[in-house]
């Protein structure tokens, strides 16, 4: 085989090899997006059991102040007078039962709100991982060509060695070498 097989193998492979990249990058994308489709669902149940403790905090609430009530009846007491010793255990027991909801409401927003973010976590871990692809695909496309100029011998004229050397030939020679530009003398001294 020749050389400029050889290159046209490096550049066919190279190009395979990154469409291969590329389709295992979308995969791995799908896989993150169902990776946060179940983040989510999990939030949403995590979510919906602290809104049940919260509900059940205020069952409680209730069968608790519903018996102090009947205790202070039965012992001869008013039991929604104010100020009074049942007053205070009501207002006590009132005061942990909504605190006891408002925790489990808390939690079940900070519980959503988690979930929400770890989901889009996975999801721009997807996107970065497809851009990262196609973005190493043409890296590794651009680099066959390189070795397939280097198998076949072919340069571009813009890397040719006389061409650099005239380049720098022309840049160096323009200026003169007392320091003055353009009739103006910037030596130092």
Do not use: C, H, W
Request: net charge positive.
């Amino acid at each position: 085989m020749g050389a400029e097989t050889y290159a046209i193998m490096a550049i066919a492979s190279a190009v395979v090899g990154s469409a291969a990249q590329i389709q295992a990058a979308k995969a791995q994308k799908k896989m993150y997006e169902r990776q946060a489709d179940i983040t989510e669902r999990q939030s949403r149940m995590e979510a919906l059991n602290y809104k049940q403790q919260g509900v059940n905090a205020i069952k409680k609430m209730n069968r608790v102040m519903a018996a102090n009530a009947a205790r202070a009846a039965a012992g001869n007491l008013d039991p929604y007078a104010s100020y009074d010793s049942a007053d205070v255990i009501g207002t006590y027991n009132l005061r942990m039962g909504v605190n006891d909801f408002t925790i489990a409401r808390d939690n079940a927003s900070i519980a959503k709100k988690m979930g929400k973010y770890q989901a889009d976590n996975y999801r721009y871990a997807g996107q970065v991982a497809v851009s990262n692809a196609k973005t190493m695909a043409v890296a590794n496309i651009g680099m066959s060509f390189v070795q397939a100029g280097m198998i076949t011998g072919y340069s571009p004229s813009f890397l040719s060695a006389s061409n650099t050397a005239a380049a720098t030939s022309t840049t160096t020679s323009a200026l003169p070498l007392d320091g003055s530009v353009s009739g103006y003398n910037y030596a130092i001294g």
